[in-house]
């Protein structure tokens, strides 16, 4: 028969051993290194994705302009904005929309509303977003993003 002593026998064979406090905080150690070495890394990849997003949003935005143009014969006018692309204006003779699935396109990645003009003449043109910050101009991921590119 097998004695079980508790009161000082050796650690070795124990079916009940586990690990000391000191192994747990090196592998936590560990783990944390690894987490501040990736982070960085991973945060610059979804930004650089949600900028990536944003340009394929812009465009898909001008394509649904130009679908409106081709119906209806111009381009939205300032006062009919982006939303004469999901309800039919007054005076829109021609409009078969919707032109673009979901309102939600309105927003950039970031949140921050769709900016849209077109010229005085009504020729051209463009859907905007400013970038990360917000706010017009900025290099990097603040940088604007529009469409049609030509503008």
């Not at 050796?10 to 987490?35: F, H, K, N, P, Q």
């Not at 394509?63 to 081709?70: D, I, N």
């Not at 904005?81 to 005076?91: D, E, T, V």
Request: charge should be neutral; proline fraction near 5%; glycine fraction near 12%.
């Amino acid at each position: 028969m097998r004695r079980n002593d508790h009161c000082g026998g050796s650690r070795v064979g124990r079916a009940d051993s586990g690990y000391t406090l000191t192994e747990i905080l090196v592998v936590m150690a560990v783990i944390g290194l690894i987490a501040a070495v990736l982070t960085p890394g991973l945060i610059g990849q979804m930004n650089r994705a949600r900028a990536k997003t944003a340009q394929m949003q812009m465009d898909t935005i001008a394509a649904g302009v130009e679908m409106f143009r081709s119906d209806v014969g111009h381009y939205p006018t300032g006062a009919e904005s982006l939303n004469s692309l999901f309800a039919q204006p007054a005076n829109a003779e021609g409009w078969t929309g919707p032109y673009l699935k979901d309102a939600k396109v309105l927003k950039d990645p970031w949140g921050h509303a769709v900016q849209y003009t077109v010229d005085d003449s009504g020729q051209s043109f463009s859907v905007k977003s400013y970038g990360a910050d917000g706010a017009p101009s900025g290099f990097g991921l603040n940088r604007d993003i529009q469409a049609p590119a030509s503008q």
